[in-house]
């Protein structure tokens, strides 16, 4: 079974730094397709950044492009995300994600991923 653990969460400043860490288990998701997600209260959840295949396909969220940055350690079976310059609006719960396969095209519909982190809460004031 496919467990994705998320960590790195926390209290920041406006105009901090924090990086999210996410510890894959599991032998049945594509190693090469993660992504990140994240709820606010009251609003849907919505994808934040991507990586989708080997040749290192990424795509982020408009409104974190230039602040965010995911980056995979295939290896150690880690997904992390870098968050510069962070903003108030950036509060959320952020989840990580993974596929049974391979999927394609770059994308954050929600119901292409297979399986989901717990979440970890960052807050930005």
């Known amino acids: 079974e496919v467990q994705l653990v998320e960590s790195g969460g926390g209290s920041v400043q406006a105009g901090g730094s924090l990086r999210l860490s996410c510890a894959a288990s599991g032998y049945t998701y594509n190693r090469n397709c993660m992504a990140w997600f994240r709820q606010a209260p009251g609003k849907e959840r919505e994808g934040v950044a991507g990586?989708?295949?080997?040749?290192?396909?990424?795509r982020y969220a408009d409104s974190v492009k230039g602040r965010f940055t995911i980056s995979q350690d295939n290896a150690k079976n880690m997904v992390y995300l870098e968050m510069n310059r962070l903003k108030p609006e950036d509060t959320a719960i952020y989840y990580c994600?993974?596929?049974?396969?391979?999927?394609?095209?770059?994308?954050?519909?929600?119901?292409?991923?297979?399986?989901w982190g717990q979440g970890t809460q960052v807050t930005v004031s």
């Open positions: 994600a993974a596929v049974k396969s391979y999927i394609g095209y770059p994308t954050f519909s929600l119901p292409n991923f297979d399986f």
């Open positions: 990586s989708y295949d080997r040749e290192g396909t990424t």
